[in-house]
């Protein structure tokens, strides 16, 4: 084997001992230090000083934000809007202390990092509690921005298996915020963003939770328009989130009655009717079907030949490819819809068939549908899962592995998967939490394989 070497030793006639173990180098900020270095040596202030020059580290995290973590997460809509709310303190806080958050689950020395995180997230809580006793400041873009910052890194650093408390208390401070907030706020650019971000964590905690979704909160959506984005993409994605939202608070108000319907079969008593929940289900899963046929063109997948390092990943040899992870998220976000419809309306209508009701050959044929359904539902979420994490589709982020594993998840512990798919999801699982550093996947792996609750509960 030939020695390292390289043309500086040749030259000055010294062994080159090769280059440096990559894992011991260390990085410092030491950039003020030598620019004020240079300055005393140089007596004077130049003016195009190094000093002008540097990237201070709070710079380097917001940029790292923007542009590695957020264009594939949902915050997508941040870096186009950056400029309008930078100035405030408090957002700048929040945004780091997500960034430090997200770059010590990407580290392998997270501890460190996650201490800075959390400094920064103490500091913002502090003035957004400040900011939150001045009505006017309160109601400005920058504070309901920095308060879904903050939700963000409860996400990010949650672990385990316990109610996530924290982030549902951002979810309700987010709430508050949009009830005070102006239609003119609303209707504006980055208020429709806000908005929709928003709304959609609310919704999203409130299906979790089996409560139904607040009317007020419901109603407030009607009053946003979408007049038509320079951006057609985004413009086609709002136009979307309008026929979704209703449907996700149809599917809160189920998740409800389905809670009451198994608290009530454990004491005996009647107050909801198997029936009519039936029927209720069966309604929206016929919505939702419609909703995803009549989606826009950009939203549906094609499907591909996965290349050799996707073929690993992909379930049965079905690979689905997609115009961007946000729109992966959203379908899998209504496929995990249908899927847990069909299991309660297999249930259900198992529980009604043995009944006297004399309708056992329709619940049969009901029951037989939705498994079919909850097939084609499975199939679809996993197809999504080469796109997202293989390198041969795009560079694969954190965040966008992170939108998988409420998805596999649910595929995972759903009564109505397959031993081949729950084989499959728990793999995967593993393999994100590995890859990504992402405990939270591989506590979902665990999740899965003892089948004891799922993660919609967390």
């Not at 202030?45 to 000093?51: D, H, K, Q």
């Not at 939705?370 to 390198?391: G, W, Y």
């Not at 593993?430 to 591989?442: D, I, T």
Request: charged letters at 20%; glycine letters at 4%; aromatic letters at 6%.
């Amino acid at each position: 084997m030939v020695a390292p070497s390289c043309t500086q030793c040749m030259r000055a006639r010294v062994e080159c001992p090769g280059y440096r173990d990559a894992s011991t180098v260390c990085f410092r900020d030491e950039t003020e230090r030598t620019a004020q270095k240079v300055q005393r040596q140089n007596g004077r202030r130049n003016t195009l000083s190094a000093v002008s020059l540097c990237i201070r580290p709070d710079e380097i995290l917001v940029k790292h934000f923007l542009v590695g973590y957020a264009p594939s997460g949902s915050f997508s809509w941040l870096p186009l809007h950056y400029a309008s709310v930078s100035s405030d303190v408090t957002l700048q806080l929040a945004l780091q202390a997500a960034a430090l958050a997200s770059i010590s689950q990407e580290s392998h020395q997270p501890k460190p990092l996650l201490e800075a995180a959390r400094t920064r997230y103490a500091k913002a809580i502090s003035r957004i509690n400040a900011a939150l006793n001045d009505p006017n400041q309160a109601i400005q873009d920058s504070t309901i921005t920095a308060v879904l910052l903050m939700g963000l890194f409860e996400a990010l650093v949650f672990k385990g298996r316990a109610f996530p408390a924290r982030w549902t208390a951002h979810v309700e401070g987010s709430a508050a915020l949009l009830k005070l907030r102006s239609d003119d706020q609303h209707n504006s650019p980055l208020g429709r963003r806000l908005f929709h971000h928003a709304i959609t964590n609310i919704r999203t905690s409130y299906a979790q939770r089996g409560v139904p979704v607040p009317r007020e909160l419901s109603l407030l959506g009607q009053s946003i328009t979408h007049p038509h984005s320079p951006s057609h993409l985004e413009h086609e994605d709002l136009k979307a989130f309008t026929r979704v939202a209703p449907l996700v608070d149809a599917f809160a108000e189920l998740r409800s009655a389905q809670l009451r319907l198994g608290a009530t079969a454990a004491s005996a008593q009647n107050s909801e009717d198997p029936v009519i929940f039936i029927q209720k289900c069966l309604d929206l899963d016929n919505k939702l079907r419609h909703l995803i046929d009549e989606m826009p063109q950009a939203w549906h997948p094609t499907t591909e030949i996965p290349s050799p390092e996707a073929d690993h990943h992909a379930y049965k040899g079905i690979m689905h490819s997609f115009t961007s992870p946000r729109v992966v998220r959203q379908r899998n976000i209504l496929h995990m819809l249908r899927l847990w419809l069909s299991e309660w309306i297999v249930e259900r209508t198992t529980h009604a068939s043995g009944s006297d009701s004399g309708s056992d050959g329709e619940t049969e044929t009901a029951a037989a549908c939705h498994r079919t359904t909850a097939e084609d539902s499975i199939l679809h979420i996993l197809a999504s899962v080469p796109f997202m994490i293989s390198k041969s589709y795009g560079m694969p982020s954190s965040p966008a592995a992170r939108f998988l594993i409420w998805p596999l998840n649910t595929v995972g512990v759903s009564v109505l998967a397959s031993a081949e798919a729950r084989m499959y999801v728990r793999r995967e699982l593993g393999f994100l939490g590995r890859e990504f550093n992402l405990p939270q996947a591989e506590e979902a792996a665990r999740v899965v394989e003892e089948r004891v609750f799922r993660v919609e509960d967390w």
